[in-house]
């Protein structure tokens, strides 16, 4: 397909364009299951980190390890953080090893608001995985880490 305007071709069945559709029903949905129960208290982006926090308590977590864990840059991971400690989601600790290093510690608002999203998140991948087979589901996931290697 040619578009006019712009002279740039668009192929309706490309990976990249599946991708983008697939990102934004699966953005729309988890919004309604999880965000809505939550009355926005927190970004996707937060509960994603928050989730983060709370499957790896026992583990020190650092600024740095949020950026690579979810591909962030470094002034993006700051801005949430600062805004995530500012709303009561998470606190930052010296270690005694380094000052410079900050622990980020999820609280107690953010382990209950963690119950709720891991309910959705689950609600979200049942959906998901509906109609698919155990042996499907791993081909896709096989084939969705070849891609998402590809691109790095």
């Known amino acids: 397909m040619f578009c006019p305007d712009t002279g740039a071709s668009f192929r309706q069945e490309s ?9 934004n029903k699966t953005n729309r949905r ?7 129960a939550l009355k926005r208290e927190v970004t996707q982006m937060q509960g994603q980190v928050i989730g983060y926090l709370c499957m790896h308590k026992d583990l020190d977590v650092f600024q740095h390890n949020i950026e ?5 840059s470094r002034s993006t991971a700051s801005k949430m953080l600062t805004l995530m400690e500012d709303n009561g989601l998470i606190t930052r600790t010296g ?5 410079r290093l900050k622990k980020i510690v999820p609280t107690e608002k953010s382990v209950r608001l963690f119950h709720q999203i891991s309910q959705g998140m689950e609600q979200l991948e049942q959906l998901m995985r509906a109609g698919l087979t155990d042996e499907e589901v791993q081909e896709l996931l096989r084939l969705l880490r070849k891609v998402q290697k590809n691109v790095e």
Do not use: G, K, W, Y
């Open 15 to 23: 990976i990249s364009h599946q991708l983008r559709v697939l990102t």
């Open 30 to 36: 988890a919004e309604a299951m999880i965000h809505m």
């Open 68 to 72: 690579a864990v979810f591909s962030i």
């Open 95 to 99: 270690v005694a090893r380094d000052a």
